[in-house]
């Protein structure tokens, strides 16, 4: 029997209706909508449409979008001196610096500038270690909306078999410490895993996160398992997840299609780090000194 395709779009857009409520709440407790400020530097197209749609998402649901355009020529001083004055903007509850940035700027400096209770793309290293160590903090979007996605499909990752292919700082090492925090017996895979295909078929919680189109072939599911493929690859024949789906479908219990699934849920988690740094703020202001 054909496993149950997750519709990513449908769940983003819930989240997306969960979150304009909360706008709506926190903008009457702050006196003001929550903020979200944006830095694209340069002038690589992929970057400016990201930006441009994430800034429309957050219209959508009533944050404030407040966007910095430097010149692609900015100099690393220059660029932390705006990180730094976003961190003390009270207007701003969230800070984005786009990536990649051009050659003559260190991002990792950039990036660990952001103050941690603004980072909603939760890639400073103070963030990565909450995470790590199951403290509250700022988590990643895109393995935030994994774990989302494994909700709407009625998984409970609690005591089960999760195997993820892929240990980046972006996808893998943060699925890593949800799926724990979960209490799932989490394995991860790389590019050095002997027998990929040996350690897949233990899954019963699949995420595929590797950047190689369709290497997760059926006969490395085990049946019934959740499949979810954060895989973009672009190809000759468009859009290709990680996971070979035609195959995965017909042994997989649930599966997230590529486009259509992990994708539109980024965005939508985005929106919710923002709200979530913005009650965090609240939170801070209201305590006694
Ligand atoms: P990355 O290149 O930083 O990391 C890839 C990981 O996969 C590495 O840890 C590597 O060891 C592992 N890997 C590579 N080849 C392998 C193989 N043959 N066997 C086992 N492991 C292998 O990539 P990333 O940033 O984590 O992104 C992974 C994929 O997810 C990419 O296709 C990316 O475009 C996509 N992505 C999608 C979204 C989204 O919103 N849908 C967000 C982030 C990333």
């Given at each position: 029997m054909a496993a149950t395709v997750i519709d990513g779009k449908a769940v983003a857009a819930s989240v997306r209706e969960r979150v304009r409520g909360e706008v709506e709440e926190l903008t009457a407790e702050l006196g003001r909508p929550p903020g979200l400020a944006t830095v694209l530097v340069g002038d690589d197209p992929a970057s400016a449409i990201y930006v441009r749609r994430k800034r429309e998402a957050c219209e959508e649901v009533g944050i404030r979008s407040i966007h910095h355009e430097p010149d692609g020529s900015i100099s690393q001083d220059e660029l932390l001196d705006l990180v730094r004055e976003l961190n003390e903007s009270a207007e701003v509850d969230g800070i984005l610096v786009q990536l990649?940035?051009?050659?003559?700027?260190d991002s990792a400096a950039i990036v660990n500038a952001i103050d941690p209770d603004k980072d909603v793309d939760g890639l400073t290293p103070i963030s990565a270690g909450r995470l790590a160590r199951g403290e509250p903090g700022l988590v990643p979007c895109t393995p935030q909306g994994i774990m989302e996605l494994l909700a709407s499909a009625g998984v409970d990752p609690s005591g089960k078999e999760a195997v993820i292919v892929g240990r980046s700082n972006l996808v893998g090492r943060p699925v890593f410490s949800l799926l724990l925090g979960a209490n799932a017996t989490v394995t991860i895979c790389h590019s050095r895993t002997r027998d990929l295909g040996e350690v897949c078929r233990r899954a019963e919680i699949l995420i595929a996160a590797a950047?190689?189109?369709?290497?997760?072939?059926?006969?490395m599911i085990r049946p019934g398992a959740t499949v979810i493929d954060v895989g973009t690859n672009r190809t000759d024949d468009g859009l290709v997840g990680d996971v070979d789906f035609d195959a995965a479908v017909e042994v997989a219990g649930a599966i997230t299609p590529v486009p259509g699934g992990v994708g539109p849920m980024t965005i939508a988690m985005l929106l919710a780090n923002t709200v979530q740094a913005a009650r965090g703020r609240l939170t801070v202001a209201a305590a006694p000194g």
């Open positions: 990649p940035l051009p050659d003559q700027i950047g190689q189109p369709k290497l997760v072939t059926g006969d």
